[in-house]
């Protein structure tokens, strides 16, 4: 015991010399990678640009514009806009212009080509909701101004390219007039906008663009309503689907006048199956429809008359159209054969002559193709040649040109859903492991040059050769287990459902896989991965086996859709078995428990409140049979604003026996009134975190006992009226509430109002305490608060001779069913950051000193340490609290520039910090995710337990080669000089 | 206002159920967390089952009871549940009548949940959903069946009971039968704690100059208290310094004694060495 506090003394002590964490430039890289991605590519636009770099401007799902180098795919510049701010249209405007329009048709905002740098935003308001329009037409001038085209809100708008500024706007107020395109045929002054109106009514308006004054307004009805969207086969004719998607409308409008014609798909297609979608796509003369098995291309040839032109029954991917010359238009087509994408680029006018058919070899991970951009280029024999875009399933982006994948972006990664961690293979003869030290000399050249670098003697190359020597360690980057842990793999799930191993070295992409089983299929029409589990980690009498995760996922949105399963091994990335539940899950819950082959025992509970045990063995029965009286669980309702906490009942009674199913019962309730509580953040512990001790022991030799417990719950509840943003609210009425709830029996433990508070909240719970963050309404600042929570009943074990005489209940058992007795303390402090996630260090055995990591809204991470969120901070402290490495209470929290954990860098989009520990105990590993990854290794009390990576190991030897050889120098000397004494 | 009424009314009910054959009841206990039967004062606690379902009576509250007789709403049912059974009254909250002898020997035999419900609203009752809260049977048996509640309140709201033994339940759970089958009961009502507020420094701030100049004042010592280590030292070298002053004459008048000094003290040095000599 006293050796332990001695300890933590000495740790306190050795933290509190040096509390900062930070970083010198020249160990940037060392420890930490970066890595930066878009997202999945809506839109792509090409720089035409004659002169310059060849670009391609693209905006993404995760609302990133971004300039991409055509030639190498890295990003030249980007700009992440507003979760809320989501981008409905860019294009490219004089050239030299990005035009965005977002937020639902209402921000346009301009943007330089070369460097990213924003020329004008301006806002546009409208009457109503609607679809959002943005054209640029090359040609349509106004004053010798290029005039850019927005329909938005119900109204059109005519705005100046050079200067945003809104030139005329017309308002399309009727209201069941649902706008479906907006045309500019390009060498005329007029627009047409053409909709739908009440359903079965097709409205057409003519506009004139230089003025916006209505020149005509036609309209026809027509009885078998519309559906879906509309494909525009010329500038004045559309092809629209009727409302059972069996009969295709040919609209055209030509000089004004409506005139129509009915074609049912069964005619041009004898084998039709089901109602029929239609892609959209803006080739002339073409379009596409889609029923469940079949794509048909289907040609308009004059009058309204419809002709099939192709029809597949592959997947197949459609670009819009890109005009090569006066007259001819050129497009792209992607299908897909077995191993293989055939591409091939056709003429409009042209189905059967091919301009360009290649065919590109494509790893089946990659997926369907999504979306495809074509660009052209002039070859060096002057003909026309022809690049792609390609998007594909797993949300990656390729560039192909001559039949070759030019390069690729893996942008998966920009959206990953949840993260775990792997440990690597050990090393062992079998093993093929990156080859260790090049030879002896190499080694011993390498440590005279760090020796030179420590003793100030190296020249500006020998630095830079060290600096690289560093960076490209051999030994971070090796694929098997190190004895520090720091090797690991980190394994992603992304929205795409696709797998991804990254190695915590250098971030490399070890193996990617894309799950069967997230794949789109008949039983499950639009799966959605959800969490990431580890299922089987071998070690002690399993270590033969790879370690496996559990993939979660279910098929649609709803959560009482069915459920996937599907385990994939960690070393391999191979799937090795998934399963198509025929029950929900709403819940997992890993069991503490393992079986023989260290499998981790799952129970799933599905949205009928009954629990699934898997792996659906008769040993993890028996094991779970064992346990079954042991097992508690609780459910948050988020909408209902009620907690529940649920215990096993008996089997299932259901007309199947399965034995692997069990009923359940609730056993406590928690119900906030819902006029004046919602519930806004719940948070638990880390469920494999390790607590070194229980005892703290504090200032006057006093101990105090953490209450720790795995089964507690923070709750943060805010007024109903006060979840809305920040400042939607007075003071008055908004409260929010945080509760520590015991999940086993249902008592709060804790509950304190913190009045003219308003939420987001975020927080983190870990050993004895959680501190959460919040808005303080009365204050106008963020304000970060700390709850520690304390066992009274071991505070009497402070007598020795108790200790001695065994008379402590230190080992007897915790029911949580006593009455607990607990104290808590609290303390609350203002905070400058609005946060966007906050996590906290994890080392493996919890000793040393902890961090809290903060995601800032600015997407860095910032360490914090725990010391500053401590209860028993007073304004004064005395003698023996400052020893104690208590430090004197301020209002605010401070922000130390050099606690940076990302330095000079920025996770773009910040989703998720997760902290992993390592085997060495100073150490731990963080994970920051958003739009671009951040990896690193955190020592919160500076890494104590082992010599730095820089540390001069030549220096050392020399020092002792040198002092041995200075023992034996005067040895010898003092001999000789006994002998002369002797003989004297 | 109305409803603070009720409240206050509804919290002495409950008060005045906890304490049945007391006689004097303080009112302090309604706005602190103390709980009403304590522990450390077991000549309070009933050793009967709470008798009746009807208020006690008692002189210098009646008045006010009376007032809550003619407001019955609230008034609330407790159900209870033993195992898996379904929920049956037990009663109102003011008087547990029910005892447990036609179910409990069984549930504590098999050591299952002994659950019980209250409604969510005291008002209008059950509200938007009854409250639950259970504990192992075998937690309960005492010399009667002891129980205590902890009742989170929040207006009229019940947010949460927390239902158990008064004491502590160790966990290898023994088969014990009450020596009578009712139930004693203990009840705290518990409300939201204030937040401590975030220290606010402004003063200081404000005054930043001053309350520095305040603060340097009071540390200013005496100069002696600053600086006694300095001085004791160098008084001594200044003593020492002078008494060898005052030795210098002496030694010029006596020029030998240093240059015998020097022999003496190197054949005191040389003394073992040349016994090793010898040797």
Request: proline letters at 5%; charged letters at 20%; hydrophobic letters at 40%.
């Amino acid at each position: 015991m006293a050796i332990r506090s001695f300890f933590l003394f000495i740790l306190f002590f050795s933290s509190s010399l040096s509390p900062v964490f930070s970083l010198y430039e020249d160990q940037v890289g060392l420890m930490d990678w970066h890595q930066q991605y878009i997202g999945k590519v809506k839109q792509a636009v090409f720089s035409s640009q004659r002169a310059g770099r060849k670009r391609v401007v693209v905006s993404t799902e995760e609302n990133v514009i971004a300039s991409l180098d055509l030639r190498h795919g890295e990003i030249f510049w980007r700009h992440l806009l507003g979760a809320d701010d989501v981008i409905d249209g860019i294009d490219i405007g004089l050239g030299k212009y990005v035009i965005t329009l977002s937020s639902g048709g209402s921000i346009l905002r301009s943007w330089n080509l070369p460097d990213g740098q924003m020329v004008w935003e301006s806002s546009l308001q409208g009457p109503k909701h609607s679809k959002s329009f943005l054209l640029v037409p090359t040609n349509l001038k106004f004053d010798k101004d290029n005039v850019l085209v927005v329909f938005s809100n119900g109204r059109l708008h005519a705005i100046s390219c050079i200067d945003g500024e809104v030139l005329w706007k017309k308002d399309f107020e009727a209201e069941s007039f649902e706008v479906q395109q907006v045309i500019q045929p390009p060498g005329s002054d007029l627009i047409y906008v053409v909709g739908f109106a009440a359903s079965y009514q097709f409205e057409m308006y003519q506009i004139n663009a230089k003025n916006g004054e209505l020149l005509k307004h036609e309209s026809a009805s027509f009885s078998s309503g519309f559906s879906g969207e509309v494909s525009l086969v010329s500038t004045e004719t559309v092809v629209a689907l009727d409302s059972t998607g069996s009969i295709l409308l040919t609209i055209s409008f030509q000089d004004g006048k409506i005139s129509s014609q009915q074609t049912p798909i069964s005619n041009l297609v004898e084998d039709s199956l089901g109602p029929a979608v239609i892609i959209p796509s803006s080739v002339s003369g073409i379009f596409a429809i889609k029923t469940d098995a079949v794509t048909v291309f289907i040609r308009v040839i004059g009058e309204g008359k419809l002709e099939v032109v192709e029809k597949t029954t592959h997947e197949i991917a459609v670009s819009d159209a890109l005009s090569i010359s006066e007259d001819q238009q050129a497009f792209a087509l992607i299908q897909h054969a077995s191993s293989e994408i055939h591409l091939t680029v056709k003429l409009a006018h042209d189905w059967d002559g091919n301009l360009l058919k290649e065919s590109v070899k494509m790893d089946w991970q990659r997926g369907l193709v999504h979306k495809v951009f074509i660009n052209n280029y002039i070859r060096t024999d002057r003909s026309y040649g022809f690049r792609v875009l390609i998007v594909m399933e797993d949300h990656s982006l390729l560039l192909l040109q001559q039949g070759e994948i030019v390069w690729s972006r893996e942008d998966g990664l920009a959206s990953i859903i949840d993260v775990t961690t792997s440990e690597l293979p050990v090393e062992r003869n079998g093993v093929s492991v990156a080859k260790v030290e090049h030879n002896l000399f190499e080694w011993l050249k390498g440590h005279m040059l760090k020796l030179k670098g420590t003793l100030m003697l190296a020249s500006p190359e020998d630095m830079a050769a060290i600096q690289s020597m560093r960076l490209k360690s051999s030994e971070k980057s090796k694929m098997t287990r190190d004895h520090n842990g720091f090797r690991k793999l980190l394994i992603v799930l992304t929205r795409a459902g696709k797998l991804f191993a990254l190695h915590t070295g250098d971030g490399r992409i070890v193996w990617s896989h894309l799950l069967r089983s997230l794949h789109k299929s008949e039983a499950c029409q639009s799966p959605i991965g959800l969490n990431l589990y580890q299922w089987q980690v071998p070690h002690h009498h399993a270590m033969d086996e790879n370690p496996s995760v559990l993939v979660v996922s279910r098929c649609g949105p709803s959560s009482d859709t069915p459920g996937v399963l599907s385990f994939v091994d960690t070393y391999t990335g191979k799937e090795l078995s998934s399963l198509s539940l025929d029950h929900a899950v709403v819940q997992v819950i890993p069991l503490p428990y393992t079986d023989s082959t260290e499998q981790r025992l799952h129970l799933l509970i599905n949205a009928d409140k009954h629990a699934h045990l898997y792996p659906k063995t008769s040993e993890a029965l028996s094991i779970f049979k064992r346990e079954f009286l042991n097992i508690y669980w609780y459910s948050v309702e988020d909408q209902n604003g009620i907690i529940k906490g649920h215990a096993l009942k008996c089997k299932c009674t259901g007309e199947v026996a399965d034995e692997f199913c069990f009923d359940t019962r609730d056993l406590w309730s928690v119900v906030f009134p819902s006029e004046s509580e919602k519930i806004v953040a719940t948070v638990t512990r880390k469920l494999n975190e390790v607590v070194h001790t229980q005892a703290k022991v504090v200032a006057d030799q006093d101990v105090m006992y953490k209450y720790i417990s795995r089964n507690l719950l923070f709750v943060a509840t805010v007024a109903p009226k006060g979840s809305g943003e920040i400042g939607s609210v007075t003071p008055e009425e908004s409260w929010l509430v945080a509760y520590l709830i015991d999940t086993v029996t249902g008592r709060i433990l804790h509950r304190v109002t913190h009045h003219g508070s308003q939420g987001p909240v975020h927080a983190v719970f870990s050993e004895n305490w959680v501190v959460y963050h919040y808005f303080n309404l009365r204050a106008h600042r963020y304000e970060m608060s700390v709850i520690e929570i304390y066992d009274q009943s071991r505070a009497d074990n402070k007598d020795v001779w108790k200790l001695v005489l065994g008379k402590h209940n230190l080992t007897s058992p915790i029911s949580l069913f006593s009455r607990p007795e607990v104290i808590t303390k609290s303390q609350s402090y203002f905070f400058t950051h609005s946060l966007k996630a906050i996590a906290v260090t994890s080392t493996a055995k919890g000793i040393t000193s902890k961090q809290l990591l903060l995601g800032t809204i600015g997407d860095q991470v910032l360490a914090l340490d725990k010391r500053f969120l401590d209860p028993r901070r007073t304004v004064n402290p005395t003698q023996a609290e400052k020893e104690e490495g208590i430090i004197p209470l301020t209002d605010s929290l401070p922000i130390i520039p050099q606690s940076y954990v990302t330095h000079a860098l920025r996770v773009e989009g910040l989703r998720g910090i997760i902290t992993v520990p390592a085997k060495l105990e100073s150490t731990t590993l963080v994970f920051a995710h958003g739009v671009d990854l951040f990896f690193t290794q955190l020592a919160p009390s500076r890494t104590y337990d082992s010599l730095t990576e820089d540390f001069s190991y030549a220096l050392l030897l020399i020092t002792i080669v040198a002092l041995v050889a200075a023992i034996f120098v005067t040895w010898r000397l003092s001999e000789r000089k006994e002998l002369q004494e002797k003989w004297r | 206002m109305k409803w603070v009424e009720v409240i206050v009314s509804f919290i002495l009910t409950l008060s005045f159920l906890s304490f049945p054959s007391c006689g004097f009841q303080s009112d302090e206990l309604l706005v602190d967390d103390e709980e009403f039967g304590l522990e450390g004062a077991p000549q309070h606690r009933s050793p009967e089952p709470i008798p009746t379902r009807s208020p006690p009576v008692t002189s210098p509250t009646r008045k006010r009871h009376s007032d809550l007789d003619s407001d019955s709403k609230i008034q609330f049912s407790l159900d209870h549940a033993f195992g898996d059974s379904d929920f049956s009254p037990a009663g109102t909250f003011s008087a547990r009548l029910k005892t447990w002898s036609h179910g409990g020997q069984n549930l504590l035999e098999s050591d299952d949940f002994y659950r019980i419900r209250l409604p969510s609203n005291v008002l209008s009752p059950p509200g938007r959903d009854f409250i639950i809260s259970s504990v192992k049977a075998r937690c309960l048996p005492r010399e009667s069946l002891d129980e205590h509640f902890v009742i989170h309140m929040e207006g009229v709201n019940v947010l949460a009971v927390n239902y158990g033994s008064p004491g502590s339940c160790p966990y290898p759970r023994n088969l014990k039968l009450p020596a009578k089958w009712s139930f004693s009961s203990h009840t705290v009502l518990k409300n939201s704690e204030q937040a401590p507020r975030a220290p606010v420094f402004t003063e200081e701030i404000l005054g930043g100059e001053n309350a520095e100049g305040e603060v340097v004042q009071p540390a200013e010592r005496s100069f002696w208290a600053k600086y006694w280590m300095y001085l004791i030292p160098l008084g001594l070298i200044v003593m020492n310094a002078i008494t060898q002053a005052m030795n210098m004459p002496e030694e010029q008048a006596t020029g030998q004694v240093p240059a015998q000094g020097q022999p003496s003290a190197g054949a005191v040095q040389r003394g073992p060495s040349s016994a090793v000599r010898r040797r």
